[in-house]
């Protein structure tokens, strides 16, 4: 579930990282190298792939141990799947790599993520079938329903 949680994010990130192409904050500072301004990830501000990834795994954890823990465990474990990733999109913010919105964003998708794949593996019906699969460059989820 961890390899799929993790190209289900990933790949669903770089598809948004390259339709959008947003401009990273650092371009627009003077004191940046026109080098640094000039490659390639320079656009590729626009969700932050480093808050999701967080947001995403933490959540996951969260979800998968809580079912497991006692109620004052599990308030720990969810008080962390929380805090680390705002941690994460802070530094993101203060290295000049995002902005606020990019970092939001990728926090929401990530705990969307996060939370919703171990669900979709508890799914019963037997009509429903779930798969992602990775080839090459490309990124595809099956996701087919039995009448």
């Known amino acids: 579930m961890t390899s799929e949680l993790l ?3 990933g790949g669903f990130n770089g598809i948004t990282k390259s339709s959008v192409l947003r401009i990273r904050t650092f371009v627009y500072n ?7 301004k000039t490659v390639k990830k ?9 808050s999701s990834t967080t947001a995403s795994l933490t959540f996951f954890t969260a979800r998968i141990f809580s079912s497991y823990l006692t ?3 599990k308030r720990l474990i969810w008080v962390g799947a929380f805090a ?10 203060k290295t000049g790599r995002h902005f606020r919105t990019d970092v ?7 705990a969307f993520f996060g939370y919703i794949i171990p669900d979709l ?5 037997y009509r429903l079938s779930f ?9 595809q989820v099956y996701l087919s329903y039995t009448l």
């Open 131 to 139: 798969r992602p699969s990775y080839g090459g460059d490309s990124f």
């Open 71 to 73: 109620d004052i465990k």
């Open 84 to 93: 680390y990733p705002v941690l994460t999109g802070f530094l993101r913010l």
């Open 42 to 50: 320079a656009r590729f501000s626009f969700y932050s792939a480093h």
């Open 104 to 110: 939001i964003t990728g926090y929401f998708f990530g």
């Open 121 to 125: 593996h508890r799914i019963s019906n």
């Open 30 to 36: 003077p004191d940046v190298s026109l080098e640094l």
């Open 7 to 9: 190209l289900i994010n």
